[in-house]
């Protein structure tokens, strides 16, 4: 498993973490808890409560990853839908869960509104974060921004990560949530070289000004090299 591989289990394991705090016991009729997974992905959440019992549901937009996830994960419901018109009533799940996905929508507010809706028990919400203080984690955030920036000039939904402390503003105008934040970054370093895949494809059509950028953005890298993306997370449980 190569170092970045390591560090992505890593920070799902914490997410993780941070959901089991919040899991139910069984209901009145033994049921296991159920929690909706916004937003899943590779399925790395899914798979990983359906292994602890959990009556789990995933949810993707896209018909061909919905149909990739069924495939990989026998006995997981997937719900093929928008995160940001869930077709399930209200408080219909005991928890919800968006890890690293309102970032990918130009309204992320409506999908954050849905989980608060269908959700009883609480939500963990997690989305990319860097240490400001650190120079290699500051460059690093420069680097996403720019490859993001290109995503959306060609037409995707790829958005700056949400500070958590957005995320807690809007959860608390319900007045009805109380919430904490925890974040989570390493100090170690990974090669510009891992990029430039990603920096070629984004480069297409990039203007004189952009590849400027670019350039002034990879000797900065190249000094103080490219820090880990950790995370931030926010936990909201219903106020007693």
């Known amino acids: 498993m190569s170092a970045r591989a390591a560090h992505q289990a890593a920070l799902v394991e914490r997410f993780l973490t941070h959901v089991r705090a919040l899991v139910p016991g069984p209901s009145a009729s033994g049921a296991p808890a159920r929690v909706l997974d916004v937003g899943s992905g590779a399925g790395r959440v899914l798979a990983a409560l359906r292994g602890e019992g959990l009556r789990t549901v995933g949810l993707e937009p896209g018909q061909a990853r919905a149909r990739e996830l069924r495939t990989q994960l026998t006995g997981v419901a997937v719900v093929r839908a928008s995160s940001q018109r869930l077709p399930f009533a209200d408080a219909s799940f005991d928890l919800a869960l968006l890890r690293h996905v309102l970032h990918h929508f130009r309204e992320p507010w ?131």
């Open 110 to 240: 409506r999908a954050l509104d849905e989980a608060l809706r269908v959700a009883r028990s609480g939500l963990v919400i997690a989305e990319p974060w860097r240490d400001p203080k650190l120079p290699a984690q500051r460059e690093a955030l420069a680097l996403d921004r720019w490859m993001k920036a290109r995503d959306r000039a060609r037409g995707e939904a790829h958005e700056d990560d949400m500070a958590p402390e957005e995320i807690v503003r809007r959860i608390t105008l319900r007045r009805t949530w109380t919430t904490s934040i925890h974040r989570y970054a390493e100090a170690r370093l990974v090669a510009l070289s891992d990029f430039e895949v990603d920096l070629e494809d984004r480069s297409h059509g990039a203007s004189a000004r952009e590849l400027e950028d670019l350039a002034r953005l990879r000797r900065r890298l190249e000094h103080t090299g490219v820090g880990l993306t950790g995370t931030a997370i926010v936990v909201a449980v219903p106020r007693l």
